[in-house]
């Protein structure tokens, strides 16, 4: 709380009242911080890989690229940290036009088991040979309200982590499950797992429970964080469940469309 005091003064100049503003600036100064914290993020972000970048383009300028085996490694890496840079780019500016409410979304009316059973199709269609989806989708139709897009782009973030940190000979189950009012979905996978103190934070900008080794996979930080507010523009929350060495579950909902009416409940 910050006060501010102005004294009143009368045509002798004798004070004659008191005025104090009392204003919460706890609040804005949480803001103000977070956003600090969040340029901060961003530059180091995107110093690391143009600090890689250099020193390869710099050993390659001092001769390395006339070494037939060296250079495409070099080059390789140099365009392995440009590719991640350009993602890492345009999800901060899909976050910051959604920070702006400067997004659309179009939502339509959709059998989210059928369009589910599409989307891990696709996946299907190009999975590393040693891990199995398994699917447990009811089979029955359940009409959502949703943006089709937006939401492959949820799940193709989730089932994308849970690949990534899937074991060899791993399994990542997708569920469906209906409950009273809303779809409960959920992608588990055998992996490392997260310790319960970092099961929040995933979801934060830039958060990495390992920075090095997602790095290495290629990760932004920031797929999680942008699933999180598209779930939430469908009016649906999102969170983790894991348990240590044994493996991660993502889960989030989505409200069901009234099945008679057709109109969201
Ligand atoms: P990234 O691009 O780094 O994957 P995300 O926002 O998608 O960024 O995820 C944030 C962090 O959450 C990851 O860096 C990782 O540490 C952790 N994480 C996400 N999904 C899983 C998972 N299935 N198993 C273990 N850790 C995970």
């Known amino acids: 709380l910050r006060a501010n005091f102005s004294a009143i003064y009368d045509e002798e100049d004798e004070v004659t ?3 104090t503003v009392l204003s919460d600036v706890t609040e804005q100064e949480k803001v103000e911080q977070e956003r600090r914290e969040f340029v901060s993020n961003v530059s180091h972000e995107l110093r690391t890989p143009l600090t890689t970048m ?15 085996e060296i250079a495409p490694k070099f080059l390789s890496v140099a365009q392995n940290e440009t590719e991640r840079m350009i993602r890492m ?3 901060l500016l ?4 959604m920070d702006n409410k400067e997004y659309s979304i179009y939502k339509e009316k959709i059998d989210f088991i059928a369009y589910f059973h599409e989307v891990i199709d696709r996946f299907d ?5 040693h891990i199995t989806l398994q699917r447990e989708l009811p089979k029955k139709h359940y009409f959502v309200w949703m943006d089709k897009d937006k939401m492959t782009q949820v799940l193709d973030n989730i089932i994308s982590n849970a690949i990534k940190y899937s074991p060899e000979g791993g399994t990542i189950r997708l569920r469906v499950e209906k409950q009273r009012h809303r779809l409960l979905i959920s992608i588990q996978d055998q992996g490392l797992g997260i310790t319960y103190d970092k099961l929040d934070k995933i979801f934060d900008r830039f ?19 942008i699933s999180k507010e598209l779930v939430e523009a469908h009016y649906g929350k999102i969170w983790a469940k894991s348990k240590e060495g044994k493996g991660t579950t993502v889960l989030f909902t989505l409200p069901l469309m009234n099945q008679k009416r057709g109109d969201r409940k």
């Open 17 to 19: 009242g008191l005025i």
């Open 54 to 68: 250099r020193s390869y383009m710099e050993a390659l300028a001092d001769g390395a690229w006339e070494d037939k």
């Open 89 to 91: 780019v345009n999800d």
């Open 94 to 97: 899909q976050l910051s036009r």
């Open 125 to 129: 269609m190009n999975i590393p040979e």
């Open 207 to 225: 958060y990495r429970a390992d920075k090095a080794r997602t790095r290495k996979l290629g990760g932004t930080g920031l797929g999680l964080a």
